[in-house]
């Protein structure tokens, strides 16, 4: 999956780090097909502080904008437990996983970014769009 202005929510700060984790993932993903354990444990750690990030400044752009976050919030925590099963299947299997289960986890975690940014964020972009593209609360720092 590549990054395209399709994906864009309307503000250049959350356009960013959706581009960062967009990288991330498809490093997990390149990881994933090569079996690097080691190399992908690290990889969902840095994923895992980034997301932990991005939910906040998601969330004070949110409630600067006043939308109600508390759905929203709900499915950030489905994301993060969605990629912390990945990661313990594929690292209890120490990478050595049918290419049918590679190509699982491949496709959740694609689905998870692309539905996080096109379903789950749309009352976020509609609202968004009403602001300047680098509309920045004082209080979101950049992660």
């Given at each position: ?13 959350l356009d ?52 109600d ?12 437990s ?27 975690l694609r ?33």
């Open positions: 999956m590549n990054f395209s202005k399709e994906l864009s929510v309307g503000n250049r700060f960013s780090e959706h581009r960062q984790l967009h990288k991330m993932i498809n490093e997990i993903i390149s990881l994933i097909e090569a079996g690097d354990v080691a190399a992908l444990s690290e990889a969902f750690a840095l994923l895992e502080i980034y997301l932990s990030a991005y939910f906040l400044d998601e969330e004070q752009i949110a409630h600067a904008i006043g939308i976050f508390t759905r929203h919030r709900h499915t950030h925590q489905e994301i993060q969605e990629l912390k099963r990945i990661k313990d299947a594929v690292i209890a299997k120490n990478g050595n996983c049918p290419e049918h289960e590679k190509d699982n986890y491949i496709d959740t689905y998870c970014l692309f539905k996080h940014i096109k379903e789950d964020s749309r009352p976020l972009k509609i609202l968004l769009d009403t602001q300047l593209y680098d509309f920045k609360p004082d209080n979101v720092t950049a992660v």
